[in-house]
């Protein structure tokens, strides 16, 4: 964690996670007792605490002492840094155009048609490994966001706690180091690129009424506005593992928006997939689970 801590700015802050409606609040309710059972700093939210703390109504709530807030892209340079001064090389704008799967190795060919042989390959690279995998494993959705002019006060609600609205489509809501707030969500089924894009300025519209509706008080002007595609699976639990029909071969799908956890996760079980150990979770996250 200090090395993660190093290279992406993890900070913790405060989360609050409400209900839209009264009758999802029993969702929510399971979710809260299982979060204490594992140990988690949490409290529970009537609409009136809601109300006091962050000046708007809605049935209930959970507030989370801590969650996790990192920039994702310094994390990922951070860690490849770290393992290229243990000796791994990266090679980056390399396309593998084709992979044979062998009898005793993997062997990926590359756009410049060198061949790199190894006797065992992980694929880990998001949406494009699905290309590798003979059947769907997941459902593909657009999501929105937009991200406020500055203000000149960094203050905006209780503790600038991340807030997720468990409504569907979902809203959440969080603050930036440079006194921006982001809003993000109003998701859809994933048609195609083209089509999502010319959705944006409604999109963002829509985000910026929801934010305002919730803190009329605060006057939010988007700067920028963007749209991104990711997967849910059946489950909400990504696929880590291995699949017959692909030898020597681990997949580290970590799809369903919880990926940097998820992708923790599959290191730990395909680390000890690789040296022949069991490892007592890996059955969750099997493909044919």
């Given amino acids: ?63 989370s002492e801590d969650g996790a807030e990192a920039d994702a892209y310094k994390i990922t340079h951070g860690i490849l840094e770290k393992l290229i001064s243990g000796g791994l090389h990266v090679y980056d704008n390399t396309e593998i155009i084709s992979i044979r799967h062998k009898k005793y190795e993997v062997e990926l060919i590359a756009f410049n048609n060198k061949k790199v042989r190894a006797k065992k390959l992980i694929i880990a690279c998001g949406y494009e490994s699905l290309k590798y995998i003979p059947y769907k494993v997941q459902d593909l959705q657009s999501t929105f966001a937009i991200a406020s002019e500055p203000f000149e006060q960094g203050n905006f609600w209780y503790r600038n706690a991340l807030i997720w609205e468990t409504q569907t489509p979902y809203l959440y809501l969080r603050t930036t180091k440079d006194k921006r707030i982001i809003a993000g969500g109003k998701d859809i089924p994933f048609t195609n690129p083209n089509k999502r894009d010319r959705m944006l300025p409604q999109k963002a519209k829509s985000l910026e009424r929801s934010f305002t509706n919730l803190f009329p008080e605060i006057k939010f002007k988007t700067d920028f506005k963007w749209a991104g595609t990711f997967s849910s699976t059946k489950d909400g639990l990504p696929y880590i593992g291995a699949i017959r029909q692909r030898p020597h071969t681990y997949f580290a799908l970590g799809f369903g928006g919880n990926g940097i956890t998820f992708s923790a996760i599959a290191a730990i079980i395909i680390k000890d997939l690789l040296k022949g150990e069991k490892n007592r979770d890996a059955d969750i996250f099997k493909f044919d689970r």
């Avoid at 605490?49 to 809605?58: L, T």
């Fill in 1 to 63: 964690m200090r090395d993660i801590e190093r290279a992406g700015s993890f900070f913790a802050k405060a989360e609050l996670s409400v209900c839209f409606v009264q009758k999802t609040c029993s969702r929510l309710k399971k979710e809260f007792s299982l979060r204490c059972h594992a140990g988690f700093s949490v409290n529970w939210l009537e609409d009136q605490g809601i109300k006091e703390k962050f000046g708007f109504s809605r049935p209930a709530g959970i507030l």
